[in-house]
Structure formats: structure tokens, C-alpha cells
């Protein structure tokens, strides 16, 4: 079989029911295993995008995941192999307990009742939040919020992790663990966010989307220590971090 | 984003009793059957309210929910029998009547009068004890395996997940204005209120399309499926049994 990218568009347009522009001709393939962080200022378009990812906007251009064309006959597959996890936990934790939550997505893929409890208790504790079946989205920290919507679509065991903004609101710690999670994760990862030292530490890729147009797209080393390019795009790493001292820490922990 | 608490719609349902245990539907049932036979007693038999309240405060009991929370739940229905003692016992005539003090009143009136208050009080005891013994999620799987109609118990669930979301929205919202010197004492003020409405609304249908969006990437087709199991064993008879059978005994006493 020939190969595949995991990810394939092509010259996507996209403008919103008022007329807005919000993707003016994307460009982009991702492969298979990559993880990919996508960053850029507000409006950029990063959050429309993802959106093309399982089919919930339909742009004009050429969408493909996995090879399928998004279209409506490969929504169903699509949407199984893409777990799309929204930026606010209170949108993607609509049922009344996280045990529903967990199973709404292997329900609807129509797996018995005993693979569904299986799928639920896996992805619980893969995120850490094991036992909370029975409570209810409401009681629980922003940071379990956070979690158990990354479980909502582990459960479906998907090829490709879609995040939106995964690391905003979080606490230090609540944050490093989620950093930990991800890269305990095998699977192909596309991050947006603003985080750039998340992007850092979890992504080999950067790509930079700057008014609904790719403006760079490189290794995330290559794009986080330009810091003109950064500037150009309104992007800006915290005080004191220095990519070069962190590549230097990474690669030593690899050697040793 | 700070998370205001509220009180919990369904306080104590996370306790571990006999009680708590049950099936939910059997305790649904059980409950809405108690409410029924008490709604349709004629208000003279007094010894089956007695029984009605001694079958409840027994199943409290077992419960372990406080009584203190029993009782303070239980004022939300004292304005409404205030609003009837205001009125039902000056209008109306018949049966005798008596004085109190400077007042007539009618002995038909005070039946009426005695009539409300002990129902609504049998029946509010009923549900705040089904509320305080059960989960609401359970409540509401036990009301789609009791085939209630699916767009009401999923309007039921988005409601049970969402009204407290919502009021966190309007708390955020009213501490911003207030921090801005909003006083509330001048008529152009008023229009900020408007403002504020809008704004909710806008926000919710916003969040509704983004739910729904979440929604459909996983896989949702219009279909809600459920995961739940219950079996009904000695102890969802036994609770029917007494809460069914034992009021049913004794009306059919009298
Ligand atoms: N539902 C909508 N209707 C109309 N225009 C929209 C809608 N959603 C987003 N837009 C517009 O589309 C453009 C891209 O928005 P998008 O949300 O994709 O940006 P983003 O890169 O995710 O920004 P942020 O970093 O703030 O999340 C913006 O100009 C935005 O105002
Ligand atoms: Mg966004």
C-alpha cells in the first residue's frame, strides 16, 4: 500500500457565515507519528482549522485524514479516528457524569455495554482520573475538567489527538502532568496553542499561522529560537526561557 | 476562572444507605406512588396522613439524611400554603363556622386549608427524599428505563449540566459591572440589565453550538445511547412493598 499522511491539506479556503475569512489557502501534510504544535495570535484561524480536521466545517480545498477525503460519507470513520478535544471543558463534558461522558463516544461507535465500560476505565486512569466515574463535570477541578475531556475521546482509541488550547487556565503542576500524559501518548498530536514552552517540550514541529495563512512551518527548535520570526508574528517566549539552554538539557537526558 | 460554588441540586445522594442503594427506579416509583395515593385521600381519613408521614420519616430514618435538611428544604412550600391560609378560609361558606377572635371562619375553609398543607407537605417530604437519596444522573437513567419521553430527559440532563455553568456566567458577569460602579439607583442603569440578558443569551446559544460541535466529533448521529444496567432484587421489593403497599392497606382500611 502506498504511503499516507496522516494529515493532508490541501489550499484550504474557509470564511464564516458573515463573510469573516478565516482560512485563506492552508497548505499543509502531516505525517504519521509527527506531533505538531500550531501557534500564531488571536484570529489567526488555528481554532478554525482543527475544525476541517473531522469534517465539523467544510472549506473549500481538499481535506484528507488518513487518505479518506472529509466528506459526509467518511464522517463516521473520520470522526473515530480524530479525537477533537475543545478548548473549554465545559463544552466538551455535556453529560451529567463523567462515566457518560467517557462512554458517549464508544456508545455512538456501538460497542456493547462491557466494551464501553472497559474503554471508559482505560482512558480514566491513562489520564489519571480514575474512580470519578460517578461525578458530575461540575464538581470537579478545572485541571480533572481538563483531563477527563482528553479521556472523552481516548475512550475512542483515535489514531490522531486534536487539543485546542491544552494547556490554558492550568497550574503549574496540573500542566506538567498534561505535558507527561502527552508524551506518554505513541500517537499522531496536533496542539494549538499559545504556550510556547508546551509547544517546546511536546512538539517536534512548529507551525506558525498568522491571518489564515501559513507563515512558517519547521522544526520546533529551528521556529522557537527565531527570534525575529517570533516577533513578526506577535509570539513571544517567557522571560528566561532560552531554547538553546532547554535543546542543550533535552539532548543530554536522551544521552544519558 | 474561578469556580463559585453553589449548593448541590441533589444534596446527600452520595451517602451509603439501604436506602441510597436502591434501584432508582424502584425508589421513583415507589416515591411517586406514595404522592399519588396522598393526593387522592380525602383529607378527613387524618390517620392515613399519620401513616404517610410515619412510612417517610421511617425511610428518612433508614436514609440517614439529617432531618435539619428535610426542614429546610420543606419552606419552600409554606409561601404557598400562606398564600391559601390568607384566602381559602374567608371565601368560603358552608359546613358551620367559627371564631377566631376578631375573624369567621368557615369550617369548610379550614378542611381546605388542612387539605393543602398536609399533602404538599407528604408530597414535598416524598420528593425531597427521592432527591436526597438518589443522584440525579441516577434519576434520570431510571426515568429513560422507565421509557419517559427521550427529549425530555435529555433537555433534563443538559439542564442538570448547564444551569449551574449558566449561573456562573451571570455571577461573572454582574461581579464585572458591579466592579465598574454599577449602583442600580439611576434609570439609565436599567439598560445595562438589558445588555446583561442579551449577553446571556448570546453566550448560551454560543455554547450550544459548541457543544453540539463536540458533540458530533464523537460520533454523534441524533441517537443518545445508555450504558446503564440495574437489577431489581429483595430490597427494591421490600422499599416498594412498603412504600406502595402499606398506604394502598391503609386506604382500603377505611
Ligand atoms: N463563528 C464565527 N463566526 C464568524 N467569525 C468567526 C467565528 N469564529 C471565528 N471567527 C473569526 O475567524 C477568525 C479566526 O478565528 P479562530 O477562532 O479560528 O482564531 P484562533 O487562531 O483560534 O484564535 P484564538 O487564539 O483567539 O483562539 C477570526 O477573525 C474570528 O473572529
Ligand atoms: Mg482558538
Known amino acids: 500500500m502506498h504511503h499516507r499522511p496522516a494529515v493532508e491539506i490541501r489550499s484550504l479556503l474557509y470564511s464564516y457565515p458573515d463573510g469573516t475569512l478565516a482560512l485563506?489557502?492552508?497548505?499543509?501534510?502531516?505525517?504519521?507519528?509527527?506531533?505538531?504544535?500550531?501557534?500564531?495570535?488571536?484570529?489567526?484561524?488555528?481554532?478554525?482549522?482543527?475544525?476541517?480536521?473531522?469534517?465539523?466545517?467544510?472549506?473549500?480545498?481538499?481535506?484528507?485524514?488518513?487518505?479518506?477525503?472529509?466528506?459526509k460519507k467518511n464522517l463516521q470513520e473520520i470522526r473515530r479516528r480524530v479525537g477533537l478535544v475543545f478548548q473549554d471543558p465545559d463544552d466538551q463534558l455535556f453529560c451529567p457524569t463523567v462515566f457518560e461522558d467517557v462512554a458517549f463516544g464508544p456508545m455512538n461507535m456501538g460497542l456493547s455495554k462491557k466494551e464501553v465500560s472497559l474503554a471508559v476505565s482505560r482512558a480514566l486512569r491513562d489520564v489519571g482520573v480514575a474512580g470519578k466515574e460517578r461525578r458530575s463535570a461540575h464538581h470537579l477541578s478545572y485541571g480533572q475538567k481538563k483531563r477527563v475531556s482528553i479521556a472523552t475521546v481516548l475512550s475512542m482509541r483515535p489514531d490522531l489527538l486534536v487539543l485546542d488550547e491544552p494547556s490554558s487556565n492550568l497550574d503549574p503542576k496540573s500542566r506538567r502532568e498534561l505535558s507527561e500524559l502527552l508524551q506518554n501518548m505513541p500517537i499522531t498530536k496536533i496542539l494549538v496553542t499559545h504556550d510556547l514552552p508546551f509547544v517546546f517540550e511536546n512538539c517536534d514541529r512548529v507551525v506558525v499561522l498568522s491571518a489564515g495563512r501559513i507563515a512558517a512551518d519547521g522544526a520546533a527548535f529551528d521556529i522557537l529560537s527565531d527570534e525575529e520570526l517570533l516577533a513578526e508574528y506577535g509570539l513571544e517566549l517567557p522571560y528566561g526561557f532560552y531554547p538553546?539552554?532547554?535543546?542543550?538539557?533535552?539532548?543530554?537526558d536522551r544521552e544519558m | 476562572m474561578r469556580r463559585i460554588?453553589?449548593?448541590?441540586?441533589?444534596?446527600?445522594?452520595?451517602?451509603?444507605?439501604?436506602?441510597?442503594?436502591?434501584d432508582p427506579r424502584a425508589k421513583l416509583i415507589g416515591f411517586v406512588a406514595l404522592v399519588v395515593l396522598c393526593v387522592s385521600t380525602p383529607p378527613n381519613l387524618w390517620l392515613a396522613f399519620a401513616v404517610f408521614l410515619a412510612l417517610e420519616m421511617t425511610v428518612l430514618f433508614i436514609s440517614h439524611v439529617p432531618l435539619r435538611h428535610v426542614l429546610k428544604r420543606m419552606l419552600i412550600v409554606v409561601p404557598f400554603i400562606l398564600a391559601v391560609a390568607l384566602f381559602i378560609p374567608f371565601f368560603n361558606k358552608g359546613g358551620g363556622s367559627y371564631n377566631l377572635g376578631p375573624l369567621k371562619v368557615s369550617a369548610h375553609g379550614l378542611t381546605i386549608l388542612w387539605n393543602v398543607t398536609i399533602k404538599s407537605m407528604v408530597s414535598v417530604f416524598a420528593?425531597?427524599?427521592?432527591?436526597?437519596?438518589?443522584?440525579?444522573?441516577?434519576?434520570?437513567?431510571?426515568?429513560?428505563?422507565?421509557?419517559?419521553?427521550?427529549i425530555i430527559t435529555t433537555t433534563l440532563s443538559f439542564t442538570y449540566r448547564y444551569v449551574f455553568v449558566l449561573l456562573d456566567e451571570l455571577q461573572r458577569m454582574k461581579r464585572a459591572r458591579d466592579s465598574r460602579g454599577w449602583s442600580g439607583k439611576w434609570l439609565w442603569q436599567a439598560k445595562v440589565i438589558g445588555h446583561m440578558i442579551g449577553a446571556l443569551f448570546l453566550r448560551s446559544y454560543e455554547r450550544g453550538e459548541r457543544v453540539y460541535a463536540a458533540m458530533l466529533s464523537r460520533g454523534y448521529d441524533g441517537q443518545v445511547q445508555t450504558a446503564y444496567t440495574y437489577r431489581v432484587g429483595v430490597a427494591e421489593i421490600g422499599f416498594l412493598a412498603l412504600i406502595v403497599l402499606v398506604p394502598i392497606a391503609v386506604r382500603l382500611s377505611f
Open chain 1, 24 to 71: 485563506r489557502g492552508i497548505d499543509l501534510v502531516i505525517e504519521e507519528g509527527e506531533s505538531v504544535g500550531i501557534v500564531g495570535p488571536n484570529g489567526a484561524g488555528k481554532s478554525t482549522l482543527l475544525l476541517h480536521l473531522n469534517g465539523i466545517l467544510m472549506g473549500k480545498g481538499d481535506v484528507r485524514v488518513f487518505g479518506l477525503p472529509v466528506e
Open chain 1, 244 to 252: 538553546v539552554q532547554r535543546q542543550r538539557s533535552k539532548n543530554h
Open chain 2, 5 to 22: 460554588q453553589h449548593a448541590f441540586l441533589d444534596e446527600y445522594s452520595d451517602l451509603d444507605s439501604v436506602i441510597h442503594k436502591l
Open chain 2, 127 to 150: 420528593v425531597i427524599l427521592l432527591s436526597s437519596t438518589t443522584p440525579f444522573p441516577d434519576l434520570l437513567h431510571a426515568m429513560e428505563k422507565l421509557k419517559m419521553p427521550r
